[in-house]
């Protein structure tokens, strides 16, 4: 049973514009999600992360957006680079269970084209 | 950021045998490492949760006799697939936290192997 879903499998987005990312939950408990950005033969590195008692959280170009009444949320990138191109996984957890236990998303690819 | 390695990254072995994993830190000391499950094109699963110096904790649908953890050290845990079957074919992959109570982007994941079981 997937509890975060990420429903787009890829993304193409044109340099300078606007990636967005979307991801899913079911587990109303979740409090803390998580961005995390994969490149290949390599292991996946945070990049942003936001708390249930917030609806948005920017750092840089990268913005991630909460909407817990629909279990949603987004990750904005803007303006999109070719070093951007990578895995993008959503990741949430129940900060009150074992800390560091995430649940993930299946990852979205993202191309990012000159 | 700090970084955690595994070994091997690709392992081809045969049906009936048992493979090791193994997962680093390089640069920090591991009190908490986590062991993920990744199908293609599915989202990493969390298998196990090993604290060092003490038994892992299993996920619900994980065979603790099957995929046996060891946290020996505060640097390296491992990862034992016994008796591999085709069906353990996957993607594992680590991560490791520097201490308990440590904030999520204290999490840092190796970068996979790759195992294929014939």
Redesign the interface.
């Known amino acids: 049973d ?1 509890q ?1 879903k ?1 429903n787009s ?1 890829s993304l193409s987005v044109q340099e300078g514009r606007i990636s967005i990312l979307n991801c899913d939950y079911t587990n109303s408990m979740f409090d ?1 999600f ?1 961005w ?1 950005k994969k490149y290949p ?6 990049l942003i ?1 936001i708390s249930s008692i917030k609806d948005k959280n920017e750092d840089g170009r990268f913005t991630v957006f909460l909407n817990k009444s629909a279990k949603h949320l987004s990750l904005h990138i803007v303006p999109s680079q070719p070093g951007d191109s990578a895995v993008y ?1 959503c990741a949430a ?1 129940v900060s009150t269970d ?10 979205t690819q993202v191309v990012v084209t000159p | ?1 700090a970084v ?1 390695s595994q070994h091997p ?1 690709r392992v081809i072995c045969k049906s009936g045998t048992s493979v090791k994993i193994e997962c680093r830190s390089l640069d920090f000391q591991a009190t ?1 490492m ?1 062991w ?1 499950r990744q199908f293609p ?6 298998m196990a ?1 090993s604290n060092e110096g003490s038994k892992a ?1 299993y996920e619900q649908g994980v065979e603790k006799d099957k995929f046996l953890i060891n946290h020996a050290s505060l640097t390296l845990s491992t990862l034992t697939v016994t008796s591999a079957h085709p069906e353990d074919s996957s993607f594992y ?1 680590c ?1 490791a ?1 520097t201490s ?3 904030s ?2 204290e ?6 192997t790759r195992l294929t079981v014939l």
């Open positions: 997937q975060v990420q499998p803390y998580l995390y033969a390599e292991g996946p590195t945070f992360s996984f957890s074992s800390w560091g236990k995430l649940q993930f998303g299946a990852g | 950021g955690v990254s908490t986590f993920y094109k599915k989202s990493l699963m969390l949760t904790t992959i991560s936290m308990p109570g440590s999520y982007n999490q840092f994941f190796g970068p996979g």
